[in-house]
């Protein structure tokens, strides 16, 4: 069945460090693939999002390639902020677009 | 557009004792999804509705396990006799016509069972 990978965390930057959060995935078909965001207190929020191969999503500074020879879909910031500190999730769906298969998700802390 | 609501935010409950979450989702979308989340993972689904139909369960939805959309509008999630297994974090979304891109999520039903 489908899965996502999902870099072992907790992460702790500090403020203007770069971000990369791995995270790779199998899937039978062509799925779509997204990052979510979880602030504290608060639902699951779409942060970025691509729907074939060489897509880049973008979104708040955050950058994401849809890589296919290497199954992945790595999330990245040139620059931190202390309000990015947050729980990041990756996912796939698959064409049919019922359901979103998830990460286990990656918790980022960003001290100033 | 008020969002996604989840009720209750918290739910102390003893094993055996059903319990009962309601959700309302954005007033024009048709799709409502059901989601589970443990402490140190990812959401997994457990069921769908498109309108008051429930299109698809997964097998994480045991028979205790009960979900409707009577009207296609809110739902409710029921889970009978309950097991300290079944502490999570319970999820609901709504999207129109399965745009998941469009997925709005709930902040969720923090159940616990003692």
């Known amino acids: 069945g489908d899965s996502v990978t999902q870099m072992e965390g907790p992460v702790t930057l500090s403020e203007e460090a770069c971000l990369t959060i791995?995270?790779?995935?199998?899937?039978?078909?062509?799925?779509?693939l997204f990052w979510y965001v979880q602030y504290p207190g608060e639902g699951l929020q779409l942060l970025l999002k691509?729907?074939?191969?060489?897509d880049k999503g973008s979104n708040k500074g955050f950058e994401a390639t849809y890589r296919k020879e290497t199954t992945s879909f790595h999330l990245e910031k040139g620059s931190v902020q202390v309000s990015d500190s947050a729980v990041y999730f990756c996912?796939?769906?698959?064409?049919?677009?019922?359901?979103?298969?998830f990460g286990e998700g990656t918790q980022l802390t960003v001290n100033p | 557009d008020t969002g996604v609501s989840q009720d209750p935010r918290h739910k102390i409950t003893k094993r055996g004792q059903n319990v009962t979450f309601r959700c309302d989702p954005i007033?024009?979308?048709?799709?409502l999804y059901w989601y589970r989340q443990t402490l140190g993972q990812g959401p997994e689904f457990l069921t769908y509705?498109?309108?008051?139909?429930?299109?698809?369960k997964s097998r994480l939805l045991s028979d205790r396990f009960s979900a409707e959309r009577p009207k296609g509008s809110f739902s409710t999630l029921e889970i009978q006799r309950t097991e300290q297994g079944d502490s999570a974090m319970y999820l609901c979304?709504?999207?129109?016509?399965?745009?998941?891109?469009?997925?709005?999520f709930g902040s969720g039903t923090q159940l616990s069972v003692l």
């Open positions: 691509a729907t074939k191969a060489d």
């Open positions: 791995n995270c790779t995935y199998t899937a039978t078909g062509y799925p779509s």
């Open positions: 996912a796939l769906s698959e064409t049919s677009g019922s359901r979103l298969t």
């Open positions: 509705f498109q309108n008051e139909a429930q299109l698809e």
């Open positions: 979304a709504s999207s129109n016509r399965g745009r998941l891109e469009k997925l709005f």
């Open positions: 007033s024009e979308h048709n799709r």
